[in-house]
């Protein structure tokens, strides 16, 4: 029953902004750590960033520090991701994905369906 249902994509011109929610159920939100991943056409998986649980630690790939933003609202049990300054170079389908922790490992357990955003002129 866990489900994981991303909105908020869309097409934007470089420099624009987008804001992607992550709405959850079916488990506890607050007890997992979330990320955001992303896939362009032709390429494989890339991660985006991460969340610990309570909203105050977060990382970020190189590529979109000082432009993107990750938080959480356990209470309504949705992620979010402020994007900021688009490039070309987001174009993708973005996945929020539920983290398993165990032994050392970090896995991704469930996926979303994914939103697209397209950052075209």
């Known amino acids: 029953q866990v489900q994981l249902v991303e909105s908020g994509g869309g097409l934007v011109q470089p420099g624009g902004s987008l804001r992607l929610s992550c709405a959850a159920s079916?488990?506890?939100?607050?007890?997992?750590?979330l990320s955001w991943v992303r896939q362009a056409p032709g390429r494989g998986p890339e991660w985006v960033s991460v969340?610990?649980?309570?909203?105050?630690?977060?990382r970020y790939a190189d590529s979109v520090k000082g432009r993107f933003t990750i938080s959480r609202d356990n209470g309504k049990n949705t992620l979010y991701l402020q994007m900021n300054s688009l490039k070309p170079e987001d174009t993708a389908l973005y996945y929020c994905?539920?983290?398993?922790?165990?032994?050392?490992?970090?896995?991704?357990?469930?996926w979303g369906q994914g939103t697209q955003v397209t950052v075209s002129s």
């Open positions: 994905a539920r983290i398993k922790l165990s032994a050392g490992r970090a896995l991704y357990d469930n």
């Open positions: 079916g488990f506890t939100f607050s007890r997992y750590l």
């Open positions: 969340i610990n649980t309570g909203g105050d630690s977060t």
